[in-house]
DNA sequence: ATATTAAGGATAACAAATATCCCTATTTTT
DNA sequence: AAAAATAGGGATATTTGTTATCCTTAATAT
């Protein structure tokens, strides 16, 4: 059970355009070349930003994404469920149902314990990440990054930025 | 991201085990037939448990799994780590090292802020499943599954335990 | 002896993740 | 007006992981 590789993809993707200056893109191809990722399949993963809303984009040359609101007002939640979709990661198929000792036609209405349980994890899993913002990465990040290497990201994003 | 169906099967096959009295085996056909789950296959599942020390087993007939340990120190978290694996959901392939402004040589010995932050949403699932013990399922069960379906499903095993 | 069991190797069928290619509509730049 | 660059998305491989079955072996109870 593993995240798809998009979702560490979005949120460094979403930590650049954090620092983006109001009202300018990037592009997804500055975005996989940043980052040394395949372009076109980026690219999907920007889709999923932008088909949640997360992000806004143009068209055309000097066009790309934005992020839609504050990296205070993104959690890490939205980012990744936005790729990876808002399935629980425990499917309940029922299987008490099949037990030879239950009454014919005895079809309980309540959810199996067992998979309210397993969905309580799921819901730790989600709290954790609802309470991470992206302006908390940001932060650690401008703690962590030497200033220098900052500086020069920075300003390579810039040149790039439309 | 879903978890394999052996986790809900090794959930459900040791609230079964939980049950059994004392020095009694139940075999993998019972199992898979109460279940109504592929005996081949359920008995990966079951074999993963006994990798793990969660069950004991003996051979020939009458033989088969009961539970190593008693239900109260059993968790849900050993359970799901016996089937699933103890890996993180979110696996870090380190793609700032792509970073095209990095100073050459450049290599960061701590692990990437992003994947920190993922990894305790990890934990925070692993803390949930490691507070649930499999006595907390069972007293739930006995409460919710009407009472004479209980007795009925116990003389069912009985029958069958070796 | 015989029947039954767990354990595990080999392999096939199926589903999902990963990746690439190509076309379209839109927008900026020239 | 023309050209170039962009997001969006459909189609399709390729690879990996899950699900499932089959078969052999060693151990054990009857």
Not at 13 to 34: D, M
Not at 77 to 98: H, K, Q
Request: glycine share 6%.
């Amino acid at each position: 059970m593993i995240l798809k590789s998009q979702v560490e993809w979005a949120l460094h993707c979403c930590a650049i355009l954090a620092g983006l200056p109001e009202g300018r893109y990037l592009s997804t191809k500055a975005l996989a070349e940043f980052h040394g990722l395949p372009k076109e399949y980026l690219s999907k993963a920007l889709q999923s930003l932008s088909q949640a809303g997360l992000v806004h984009t143009t068209l055309g040359p000097s066009g790309g994404y934005r992020l839609a609101k504050a990296p205070a007002e993104l959690t890490f939640l939205e980012i990744v469920e936005a790729v990876e979709g808002r399935s629980r990661t425990f499917v309940c198929t029922n299987i008490r149902a099949n037990n030879p000792c239950r009454a014919p036609g005895y079809c309980e209405e309540t959810p199996c314990a067992v998979a309210r349980i397993m969905w309580e994890a799921d819901e730790a899993w989600r709290d954790k990440l609802r309470s991470v913002r992206l302006s908390d990465l940001i932060e650690i990040l401008s703690q962590e990054i030497p200033s220098d290497l900052l500086k020069r990201s920075f300003a390579w994003v810039l040149e790039r930025a439309g």
